[in-house]
């Protein structure tokens, strides 16, 4: 497995922006990335994933054309831009990487096996 560890959460109030790092070790950064949310009460849900390359990346329609995943191989890091966040967007949110070798998009939360400690992301109304 990979250890992950994400920072940059926080309080943000409705309409602003945050950006959640995921520092990843252990074995080789050689697998698609995801990050999940789960919101107080609800089940952890998909965000968003990235390919190995970084070239693809495929985003829950909650978040499509506010939210944009990138990486940097050399770095071992993933980040997350959450842009115009909504009062719904209040969860921790939490890195992952799929098992070594699966570079493509994945959605469900069985197809990682490495995860983060999670860092929460208010956002005030």
């Known amino acids: 497995q990979v250890q992950l560890v994400e920072s940059g959460g926080g309080l943000v109030q409705a309409g602003g922006s945050l950006r959640l790092s995921c520092a990843a070790s252990?074995?080789?950064?050689?697998?698609?990335m995801g990050w999940f949310r789960r919101a107080p009460g609800k089940e952890r849900d998909f965000v968003g994933c990235?390919?190995?390359?970084?070239?693809?990346?495929y985003y829950a329609d909650s978040v499509k054309g506010r939210f944009t995943i990138s990486r940097d191989n050399a770095k071992n890091m993933v980040y997350l831009q959450m842009n115009s966040l909504k009062p719904e967007d209040t969860a921790i949110y939490y890195c992952?990487?799929?098992?070594?070798?699966?570079?493509?998009?994945?959605?469900?939360?069985?197809?990682?096996?490495?995860w983060g400690q999670g860092t929460q992301v208010t956002v005030s109304s």
């Open positions: 990235i390919t190995m390359s970084g070239g693809d990346t």
């Open positions: 252990g074995r080789t950064f050689t697998t698609a």
């Open positions: 992952a990487a799929r098992r070594a070798g699966r570079g493509t998009i994945a959605t469900d939360v069985t197809d990682f096996d490495s």
